[in-house]
């Protein structure tokens, strides 16, 4: 018993040594303002596809839970037909743009954006003559490009695509170049150099019809660990740098803060959002992601924030890696198991923490942030900051096994607030909320973050001192419109005749004095 008791003592002393002080202070410095978060539709996961429109039901519009409101589909590379999924590997059978029709009216419905990235133009178009990216392995293998001739193809086969959904309903608010240009598969793809890509929006974006799909927005191809050479060559040419109104990658083998912020450095130069349009996190085949791997997809939503991102788009929707379950059982070595935890169509802990971010940080402007943390606590601790109207928002995201202390000093007084907490996979652990009680105005507080949290403060800022929050939140509520000039290209502000998007989807010719 005397050993236990001085076993316990030593852990107790150990565990007070650990706890350590960290200071985050917020300034009033202002960075990019959040357009959203979401994931995709496309057929995989989310079969029966076109048919199963619950995912999107649960996660979507600010009433849900979870509250997503961007939804990448598939462009397939044929023009229409019946609802026809493809046999495994034969990516010139007819599948079509039928598919994501019923899930993209939902997030329509509620107040959500959609876009369309394709992984192939038709086979047609291409050096290979096929849908496929054209890596074999055989010796007849053949890189599947967009052939020369073809390029003056391109913007009006996307133009039949907007035109065919308009048909069915939804407004379309965006189209992709391509799904990953500088990654040579054997399934649906097509290559595309930095100079090809450019080749193909300076001399033929202009095709794409702005005028008829107006506030229709063209993105960037879409490289598998945002290549910035891709990006950077279209902002560096004039031409294309007007065709282009948001750069995208996605964040396979690189980490937001390098590819990503690289790449969103130019581009926020010349004013363009940044989207990381797919990526997935601690995707293991045989469980649930553990909490620790939840909180490693919570710093990868904190450092796109960091890294200039506008708008985060995870992969598939339904996964048992993702945020609503699939029910499906896994084949290991020849025999199928079951994942627990993984029920059909229950929301997973990754959707909780995702909703952090998607139900509090949509619409915000970044703020700046400094942290002052012990020595050993650097890589265990991130936070960010945002402004969102009368509220202040803070996340703080501690990996470490410790509860430690967290001060936080804020550039205006607050007046109450609410505390988000995660702490663990289970339900009754995720998004505990919790009032803060404040006396009286204060700009500083301290808290106790729980071991491996995720937390998120949102503040309700005192409007009695109107001199100090002013420049706080100057230009800090997101704009209730989109400007485009006749041509379809966006506008910092309005001036002549010219087209306004509302941010309820409907759109108006205008006529501002500069």
């Known amino acids: 018993m ?15 040594v650990q706890a350590k002080t960290i200071i985050v202070m917020v300034n009033n410095t202002h960075y990019q303002t959040i357009t959203g978060f979401g994931a995709a539709c496309s057929e995989g996961a989310m079969c029966p596809y076109g048919t199963d429109t619950q995912p999107v039901k649960m996660l979507y519009g600010p009433s849900s839970k ?37 899930s993209a009216k939902i997030v329509k419905q509620r107040g959500g954006i959609v876009f369309g990235t394709p992984w192939s133009p038709p086979g047609e178009y291409k050096t290979n003559g096929s849908a496929s990216g054209g890596k074999t392995g055989d010796e007849n293998e053949q890189r599947g490009e967009l052939r020369q001739d073809c390029y003056e193809k391109f913007f009006p086969w996307l133009n039949m695509f907007l035109e065919y959904m308009k048909s069915k309903g939804v407004n379309v608010d965006a189209v992709s170049i391509q799904n990953e240009p500088d990654w040579w598969v054997n399934y649906s793809g097509c290559l595309y150099t930095p100079e090809q890509q450019l080749n193909l929006v300076k001399n033929y974006a202009h095709m794409l019809d702005r005028e008829k799909y107006p506030g229709v ?51 926020s130069k010349y004013n363009k959002e940044v989207w990381m349009t797919e990526h997935s996190v601690t995707d293991h085949i045989d469980h649930l992601p553990t ?21 985060y788009i995870y992969w ?31 929301m997973l802990p990754r959707a909780y923490v995702m909703s952090h971010f998607s139900k509090h940080v949509t619409g915000s402007t ?47 007084k607050v007046k109450s ?36 949290s995720l937390n998120t403060f949102i503040f309700i800022i005192d409007h009695e001192e109107e001199d100090a929050i002013s420049p706080l939140i100057a230009d800090s509520k997101p704009s209730n419109s989109i400007y485009y000039d006749l041509q379809g290209r966006r506008l910092d502000k309005p001036f002549g005749l010219c087209i306004e998007q ?13």
């Not at 997503?68 to 079509?96: Q, T």
């Not at 509302?502 to 500069?514: E, L, M, P, S, V």
Request: some cysteine; overall charge negative; proline content about 5%.
């Open 66 to 102: 979870i509250g997503l409101n961007i939804m990448r589909m598939e462009i397939s590379p044929n023009f229409e037909g019946d609802i026809i999924i493809p046999e495994w590997g034969n990516y010139d059978s007819p599948y079509d743009w039928q598919g994501s029709v019923p």
């Open 316 to 346: 598939y929707m339904r996964a048992h890696w993702a945020f609503i379950g699939t029910g499906e059982q896994v084949e290991i070595d020849g025999r199928k198991i079951t994942i627990s935890g993984n029920t059909k169509n229950k």
């Open 366 to 412: 970044r703020l700046g942030t400094k942290t002052n943390v012990s020595t050993g606590t650097e890589s265990e601790f991130e936070t960010s900051a945002y402004i969102k109207g009368d509220s202040l928002i803070v996340m703080a995201i501690d990996t470490a096994n410790t509860v430690n202390e967290l001060k936080l000093r804020l550039p205006v």
């Open 291 to 311: 909490w620790h791997e939840q909180l490693i997809f919570a710093e990868e939503l904190n450092e796109c924030m960091l890294a200039g991102c506008t708008g």
């Open 2 to 16: 005397k050993r236990l008791f001085i076993a316990i003592s030593v852990l107790a002393v150990i565990a007070t």
């Open 502 to 514: 509302r941010r309820d989807g409907t759109t108006r010719k205008i006529y501002k004095n500069r």
């Open 417 to 452: 607030g609410t505390h988000l907490l995660s702490t663990g996979n289970e339900t009754a652990k995720l998004c505990q909320a919790t009032p803060i009680e404040i006396d009286e105005p204060v700009q500083e507080l301290t808290f106790s973050m729980p071991e491996r």
């Open 217 to 267: 927005r063209l993105i960037s191809a879409e490289p598998l660990g945002f290549d910035p050479k891709y990006s950077d060559m279209l902002m560096k040419d004039a031409t294309a740098r007007k065709q282009i109104d948001i750069i995208a990658g996605h964040l396979y083998g690189h980490p937001p803060l390098g590819n990503m912020k690289s790449a969103s450095t130019l581009a």
